[in-house]
């Protein structure tokens, strides 16, 4: 059925990079959906960090991580990733994907609005 898997995590110095990776089974990410990043740090809230519609082409990020993160989409192998360059000790968070068919504009999102999620994969920086 439906399944979303992060993977791509790790421990990192400041200033590193990382590729995390969304693998989607049970259904076509590029057949009208959207795909949307989000991360969890400890005592705060839950923010989007970045996203990417198959519906309309567009993409988000967030203030904090633009010109540092990158989202794409790999149709073949039905998988998003997302590329962080120039980690931050602030970036270190659970980080998780989550789609939603019929997203038309990839925009700030809360999470609510999408319905299926992975379970998570941890980034930390640290020196």
């Known amino acids: 059925q439906v399944q979303l898997v992060e993977s791509g995590g790790g421990l990192v110095q400041p200033g590193g990079s990382l590729r995390l990776s969304c693998a989607a089974s049970?259904?076509?990410?590029?057949?009208?959906?959207?795909v949307g990043w989000f991360r969890q740090a400890p005592g705060k809230e839950r923010e989007e960090v970045s996203c990417?519609?198959?519906?309309?082409?567009?993409?988000y990020y967030a203030d904090s991580v633009k010109g540092r993160f990158t989202i794409s989409r790999d149709n073949a192998k039905n998988t998003v990733y997302l590329q962080i360059d120039s980690l931050k000790p602030e970036d270190t968070a659970v980080y998780y994907c989550?789609?939603?068919?019929?997203?038309?504009?990839?925009?700030?999102?809360?999470?609510?609005?999408?319905?299926?999620w992975g379970q998570g994969t941890q980034v930390t920086v640290s020196s």
């Open positions: 990417i519609s198959s519906t309309d082409g567009s993409t």
């Open positions: 049970g259904f076509t990410l590029s057949y009208h959906y959207a």
């Open positions: 989550a789609a939603e068919r019929l997203a038309l504009h990839c925009k700030y999102y809360t999470g609510d609005e999408f319905g299926s």
